[in-house]
């Protein structure tokens, strides 16, 4: 499966944990993207990358969200001191880079966080 | 930042069209998309058009857009059980704004 893959797809977590998730984008992508669903919500932006660089952040992303890509392949996204207000799906996207920002994202399954 | 709306439960039976509608209000985005989630799952890319086009047509799937009106739609013929999930609707530059999803149902 050449897809975006994210791990693990299920984390259920106390309150005051941290938790990292992980995600691969398809190979040849070189933007990664991070988004979060809550139910009944679509999908809201939260940070993206080309290559390592991190290029934007939501204002979503508090200070104890943090986000890596150190070798401009895979990425992690981190959550410190969990709170119930997190918990939510969190999808990871890729895309080719190129001229303008035209171009599909394409999801992973997504990594759903509770909060207990 | 940028609005999308749709509506949100859509019903049909099983061998007609379904259409699904969506708005938004920024203009500059390139591309127009449609995703597909099923229960627990991640987005499916259903199809896109470019922003200079009115009409894609895709098998089965529809896209009209309207610029003018800001206005996006998206018909499935021949609908099937198997279409039922929930529809997005996204548009955007670096970052795609999504709307909140039309939950569609097919009944038999």
């Known amino acids: 499966d050449t897809g975006v893959s994210q791990d693990p797809r299920h984390k259920i977590t106390k309150r005051g944990q941290n938790v990292t998730f992980r995600c691969d984008p398809i190979?040849?992508?070189?933007?990664l993207y991070w988004y979060r669903q809550t139910l009944g919500q679509g999908p809201e932006f939260l940070t993206y990358?080309?290559?390592?660089?991190?290029?934007?952040k939501s204002r979503l992303l508090s200070d104890r969200f943090s986000a890596e890509r150190p070798k401009g392949s895979f990425s992690t996204l981190e959550i410190q001191r969990t709170e119930q207000g997190d918990s939510a799906m969190y999808l990871c996207?890729?895309?080719?880079?190129?001229?303008?920002?035209?171009?599909?994202?394409?999801f992973g399954p997504g990594t759903r966080l509770t909060v207990l | 930042g940028e609005d999308v709306e749709q509506s949100l439960f859509l019903s049909v039976r099983e061998g007609d069209s379904s259409v699904i509608n969506c708005t938004y209000t920024?203009?500059?985005?390139?591309?127009l998309y449609w995703y597909k989630q099923e229960p627990g799952a991640g987005l499916q890319l259903l199809t896109y058009?470019?922003?200079?086009?009115d009409m894609k047509q895709d098998q089965r799937l529809t896209v009209l857009l309207n610029k003018k009106d800001k206005h996006l739609s998206l018909r499935i013929a021949d609908t099937q059980t198997g279409d039922s999930a929930i529809y997005f609707c996204?548009?955007?530059?670096?970052?795609?704004?999504f709307g909140k999803g039309t939950s569609l149902l097919v009944t038999p």
């Open positions: 996207a890729s895309r080719t880079g190129g001229q303008g920002e035209s171009g599909t994202q394409y």
């Open positions: 190979s040849e992508h070189n933007r």
């Open positions: 990358f080309q290559n390592e660089a991190q290029l934007e």
């Open positions: 920024d203009s500059s985005s390139t591309y």
């Open positions: 058009i470019f922003s200079n086009m």
């Open positions: 996204a548009v955007g530059g670096y970052a795609l704004n």
